[in-house]
């Protein structure tokens, strides 16, 4: 069919030429759309083993009544393959009559071109030459270059023009017409992004509330001022003769910072978040049962889906049979544990990094680098963390994937759920087994003036006077805004030049072809304009099975990011629901306009994701409880308060917390030996030429011999007491929540029952008849 405005050129050029106003050419029939194309490079060779496979595996597609137009272009030769309608019929029938039907959805009516994909695709993925290879070992073996499935021009135009632009940046998405062009699992996968985007509002809100809190006592809180107006000379950090004794004081601005992420809305607002992950996922289950039982496909079921496929490929297949073996699990185990050692040893690597790194910052010459150097080292050691995952993605894919082969599960599905368990698993430790380091070791295995822990002569990272959670806040922003940022651009950027060389190279043949049309071409298209559609979708960007795989896992990762650790940094929220707006479209516009067609599959969940999920909630309510009670200043300000402060010895005109900065504090004096041979003289010197005899550090120890005091294990026994209560009192609050938000709405309920009764009276209807005629 032509185009309007292709039709209308045609018309005002037969105006020219003195014909009537009819159209040039005859209305052409519609052409009947390929499933799929395959390429290979041409080879001139025809004894050469890929010309032979090539050849093998298209006899046995001809077999199956498949039908294959060969084009040949340049030096590669391009395949388009059209199933026959008797494949469709069974596969309709079939699924009539399974368990899983509950009426079927769209393919009860009638196939279209996505299920003509998601079943033409199970065939030629199932189909072996006589060697035994199938269509993936091929690849493999260059017989074939690539496969791909086309783009519909009419709806891909549709979906172009509503959703996959920029300026539609603000209006809802067509979840249904997404459904319909890429299957139920993209469709869910928007459905999800959608869900989760507008739920991070309220999130985001009581995010930047805590914030502007701590913000709003920014000048007049009294432990900045005790900070900022401090006399105190505090310990060298490092060793060296160029790391000084300093003052507290000089640290204002970091106290300042500190108290914007470590305040009393913090432990509300960890709290709120872990409640906020149990009712996203409680509603979120609410939200499919109302679009999956609208697509007919809430019954649906994976293996039967898998079995009915099997049988349309070849009517005498054998079912693969479930399979268990305690040698392969147990080897599986071991080299998982291996993996996440390694991936661990990393992290380490990391820690040392920045224990090295500190004090050669600290001697550089760059003066803003030596007076901030412990800072400048957590910020260098947080972008070689970034550039540790962007490698590790890599290798742990290519693990995961090896270890699933090891498992041979005995479907694609299951394979798909064992590989994303495993690969969540490592990018999971990947990401944040530094983050869990600044957390929770950070500054409490460092030891003391006389007795410091060390790597060979470097002692290990203090935490700054008021506290680790602006170090870990530090780790969590850069690691956020690179990954988040970065990735967005090279997701888009690649993509869009490959289209812009490929939008050149096809330029020449849809001149070819529209003169083509004026020529010929009266019944279907000819090679020309064939070849025009399957070069414009050969040159986009490929994709696989995986290819949605990345983006959950890009925004699981992102949701583990906005609730674990979500207590150091109140502002995750927010710029993940900024990263989201953009994310939907810039995603959308690569799945229309950027990237091959996605193979469309069917689902009525996001499977194995909803889980993972889960545990991540559980996680989040362990890692904030900890990070509140462990990681923060929160508890000793909460017993100074309340036990050693002002207030707690009847000192009523005094503020409170007044002392508090000086309470933290213990004392080191030259005096002693061992801290005599952890500092030289020459790092007791202060402003220049002033020399003192002792130095604090932050720690509850007793200045004759360095023991633990009985205010720091008042303030542990509190810290251990607080974790267990937050942890308790959160998880019966989740529990309450999922409990009163029920996971399917009742009029799903009630739809599905007629929609069932419905089918039981037509399926009687229809058995009516047959037994009328054999009597």
Same mark, same amino acid.
């Given at each position: 069919?032509?185009?309007?405005?292709?039709?209308?050129?045609?018309?005002?050029?037969?105006?020219?030429?003195?014909?009537?106003?009819?159209?040039?050419?005859?209305?052409?029939?519609?052409?009947?759309?390929?499933?799929?194309?395959?390429?290979?490079?041409?080879?001139?060779?025809?004894?050469?083993?890929?010309?032979?496979?090539?050849?093998?595996?298209?006899?046995?597609?001809?077999?199956?009544?498949?039908?294959?137009?060969?084009?040949?272009?340049?030096?590669?030769?391009?395949?388009?393959?059209?199933?026959?309608?008797?494949?469709?019929?069974?596969?309709?029938?079939?699924?009539?009559?399974?368990?899983?039907?509950?009426?079927?959805?769209?393919?009860?009516?009638?196939?279209?071109?996505?299920?003509?994909?998601?079943?033409?695709?199970?065939?030629?993925?199932?189909?072996?030459?006589?060697?035994?290879?199938?269509?993936?070992?091929?690849?493999?073996?260059?017989?074939?270059?690539?496969?791909?499935?086309?783009?519909?021009?009419?709806?891909?135009?549709?979906?172009?023009?509503?959703?996959?632009?920029?300026?539609?940046?603000?209006?809802?998405?067509?979840?249904?017409?997404?459904?319909?062009?890429?299957?139920?699992?993209?469709?869910?996968?928007?459905?999800?992004?959608?869900?989760?985007?507008?739920?991070?509002?309220?999130?985001?809100?009581?995010?930047?509330?805590?914030?502007?809190?701590?913000?709003?006592?920014?000048?007049?809180?009294?432990?900045?001022?005790?900070?900022?107006?401090?006399?105190?000379?505090?310990?060298?950090?490092?060793?060296?003769?160029?790391?000084?004794?300093?003052?507290?004081?000089?640290?204002?601005?970091?106290?300042?910072?500190?108290?914007?992420?470590?305040?009393?809305?913090?432990?509300?607002?960890?709290?709120? +978040?872990?409640?906020?992950?149990?009712?996203?996922?409680?509603?979120?289950?609410?939200?499919?049962?109302?679009?999956?039982?609208?697509?007919?496909?809430?019954?649906?079921?994976?293996?039967?889906?898998?079995?009915?496929?099997?049988?349309?490929?070849?009517?005498?297949?054998?079912?693969?049979?479930?399979?268990?073996?305690?040698?392969?699990?147990?080897?599986?185990?071991?080299?998982?544990?291996?993996?996440?050692?390694?991936?661990?040893?990393?992290?380490?690597?990391?820690?040392?990094?920045?224990?090295?790194?500190?004090?050669?910052?600290?001697?550089?010459?760059?003066?803003?680098?030596?007076?901030?150097?412990?800072?400048?080292?957590?910020?260098?050691?947080?972008?070689?963390?970034?550039?540790?995952?962007?490698?590790?993605?890599?290798?742990?894919?290519?693990?995961?994937?090896?270890?699933?082969?090891?498992?041979?599960?005995?479907?694609?599905?299951?394979?798909?759920?064992?590989?994303?368990?495993?690969?969540?698993?490592?990018?999971?430790?990947?990401?944040?087994?530094?983050?869990?380091?600044?957390?929770?070791?950070?500054?409490?295995?460092?030891?003391?003036?006389?007795?410091?822990?060390?790597?060979?002569?470097?002692?290990?990272?203090?935490?700054?006077?008021?506290?680790?959670?602006?170090?870990?806040?530090?780790?969590?922003?850069?690691?956020?805004?690179?990954?988040?940022?970065?990735?967005?651009?090279?997701?888009?950027?690649?993509?869009?030049?490959?289209?812009?060389?490929?939008?050149? +190279?096809? =330029?020449?043949?849809?001149?070819?072809?529209?003169?083509?049309?004026?020529?010929?071409?009266?019944?279907?298209?000819?090679?020309?304009?064939?070849?025009?559609?399957?070069?414009?979708?050969? =040159?986009?960007?490929?994709?696989?099975?995986?290819?949605?795989?990345?983006?959950?896992?890009?925004?699981?990762?992102?949701?583990?990011?906005?609730?674990?650790?979500?207590?150091?940094?109140?502002?995750?929220?927010?710029?993940?629901?900024?990263?989201?707006?953009?994310?939907?479209?810039?995603?959308?516009? =690569?799945?229309?306009?950027?990237?091959?067609?996605?193979?469309?599959?069917?689902?009525?969940?996001?499977?194995?994701?909803?889980?993972?999920?889960?545990?991540?909630?559980?996680?989040?309510?362990?890692?904030?409880?900890?990070?509140?009670?462990?990681?923060?200043?929160?508890?000793?300000?909460?017993?100074?308060?309340?036990?050693?402060?002002?207030?707690?010895?009847?000192?009523?005109?005094?503020?409170?917390?007044?002392?508090?900065?000086?309470?933290?504090?213990?004392?080191?004096?030259?005096?002693?030996?061992?801290?005599?041979?952890?500092?030289?003289?020459?790092?007791?010197?202060?402003?220049?030429?002033?020399?003192?005899?002792?130095?604090?550090?932050?720690?509850?120890?007793?200045?004759?011999?360095?023991?633990?005091?009985?205010?720091?294990?008042?303030?542990?026994?509190?810290?251990?007491?607080?974790?267990?209560?937050?942890?308790?009192?959160?998880?019966?609050?989740?529990?309450?929540?999922?409990?009163?938000?029920?996971?399917?709405?009742?009029?799903?309920?009630?739809?599905?029952?007629?929609?069932?009764?419905?089918?039981?009276?037509?399926?009687?209807?229809?058995?009516?008849?047959?037994?009328?005629?054999?009597?």
């Amino acid at each position: 069919m032509f185009s309007k405005k292709t039709a209308e050129k045609f018309e005002l050029w037969g105006k020219r030429k003195g014909r009537s106003s009819q159209p040039l050419l005859p209305q052409l029939p519609i052409p009947r759309s390929y499933d799929y194309v395959l390429v290979a490079d041409k080879i001139d060779d025809e004894e050469d083993q890929r010309t032979l496979r090539q050849k093998a595996f298209i006899e046995q597609l001809e077999k199956k009544n498949i039908s294959v137009t060969r084009v040949v272009h340049e030096e590669k030769i391009f395949f388009g393959l059209r199933a026959p309608k008797e494949i469709f019929d069974d596969y309709q029938y079939l699924l009539k009559v399974s368990d899983s039907c509950n009426w079927c959805g769209d393919d009860r009516s009638s196939v279209n071109q996505a299920t003509r994909i998601r079943i033409v695709h199970f065939i030629l993925n199932n189909t072996f030459i006589n060697t035994g290879e199938n269509l993936l070992e091929l690849l493999e073996k260059d017989a074939f270059e690539t496969i791909f499935c086309l783009h519909e021009r009419r709806e891909q135009k549709e979906l172009r023009n509503k959703w996959a632009r920029w300026t539609a940046l603000f209006t809802n998405q067509p979840v249904d017409d997404v459904k319909s062009y890429f299957g139920e699992k993209v469709a869910l996968y928007y459905l999800w992004l959608g869900w989760y985007t507008k739920l991070l509002v309220p999130a985001a809100v009581l995010g930047v509330v805590v914030f502007l809190y701590g913000l709003a006592f920014f000048n007049t809180n009294l432990l900045i001022k005790e900070v900022c107006d401090s006399t105190v000379i505090m310990c060298p950090r490092c060793d060296g003769d160029r790391c000084h004794v300093w003052k507290l004081s000089d640290t204002c601005v970091y106290a300042k910072v500190s108290h914007l992420f470590d305040n009393e809305g913090t432990v509300a607002f960890a709290m709120c +978040m872990a409640i906020w992950a149990t009712l996203f996922l409680e509603l979120w289950k609410r939200h499919r049962a109302r679009h999956v039982s609208k697509w007919k496909v809430y019954d649906w079921c994976e293996e039967e889906e898998e079995l009915i496929l099997e049988i349309v490929n070849d009517p005498n297949c054998e079912p693969n049979k479930f399979r268990h073996s305690y040698f392969r699990s147990t080897l599986v185990l071991a080299l998982v544990t291996l993996m996440l050692m390694l991936i661990i040893g990393l992290a380490q690597a990391l820690v040392v990094f920045r224990v090295v790194a500190a004090p050669l910052i600290s001697e550089g010459s760059w003066e803003f680098a030596r007076d901030h150097a412990n800072t400048v080292a957590v910020m260098i050691g947080a972008v070689l963390h970034y550039v540790t995952i962007q490698i590790m993605t890599r290798v742990n894919r290519w693990v995961s994937l090896k270890l699933c082969e090891i498992e041979k599960p005995n479907s694609f599905a299951a394979m798909e759920r064992n590989f994303t368990v495993k690969m969540f698993t490592f990018q999971f430790f990947t990401l944040f087994s530094s983050l869990f380091y600044v957390a929770f070791f950070l500054g409490r295995i460092n030891g003391h003036p006389g007795n410091y822990s060390r790597i060979s002569k470097w002692r290990l990272e203090e935490c700054h006077p008021s506290g680790c959670l602006t170090d870990l806040f530090i780790q969590m922003a850069v690691i956020m805004l690179l990954k988040q940022t970065l990735n967005n651009i090279f997701e888009y950027t690649v993509p869009l030049v490959k289209r812009y060389f490929a939008r050149k +190279m096809t =330029k020449k043949l849809r001149r070819m072809c529209g003169r083509c049309y004026r020529k010929s071409c009266r019944r279907e298209p000819c090679d020309i304009c064939k070849l025009r559609d399957w070069l414009k979708n050969y =040159k986009l960007t490929k994709t696989d099975a995986f290819s949605l795989f990345n983006e959950f896992l890009e925004m699981v990762v992102q949701f583990s990011f906005t609730t674990i650790f979500v207590a150091a940094f109140p502002l995750a929220p927010l710029l993940a629901l900024i990263n989201n707006i953009f994310e939907i479209r810039l995603d959308a516009i =690569k799945m229309v306009r950027l990237e091959r067609r996605l193979v469309p599959r069917k689902t009525n969940d996001i499977g194995i994701w909803t889980k993972i999920l889960e545990a991540i909630g559980v996680l989040a309510v362990i890692a904030n409880g900890l990070v509140i009670g462990v990681s923060s200043d929160f508890i000793p300000r909460l017993v100074y308060r309340y036990r050693y402060g002002p207030c707690a010895n009847g000192f009523k005109d005094i503020p409170c917390m007044q002392g508090y900065i000086n309470d933290t504090l213990s004392i080191a004096s030259m005096r002693h030996s061992n801290v005599m041979a952890d500092f030289d003289l020459k790092q007791m010197v202060v402003d220049g030429n002033f020399n003192v005899s002792e130095c604090s550090y932050k720690d509850y120890r007793s200045p004759e011999d360095y023991s633990l005091t009985s205010q720091f294990w008042t303030v542990l026994a509190v810290r251990f007491a607080f974790v267990i209560l937050f942890e308790h009192v959160v998880v019966v609050c989740k529990f309450i929540a999922a409990w009163f938000v029920p996971n399917n709405p009742m009029h799903v309920k009630n739809e599905r029952l007629h929609d069932k009764l419905a089918r039981l009276k037509e399926e009687l209807t229809e058995q009516k008849p047959k037994k009328c005629t054999e009597v």
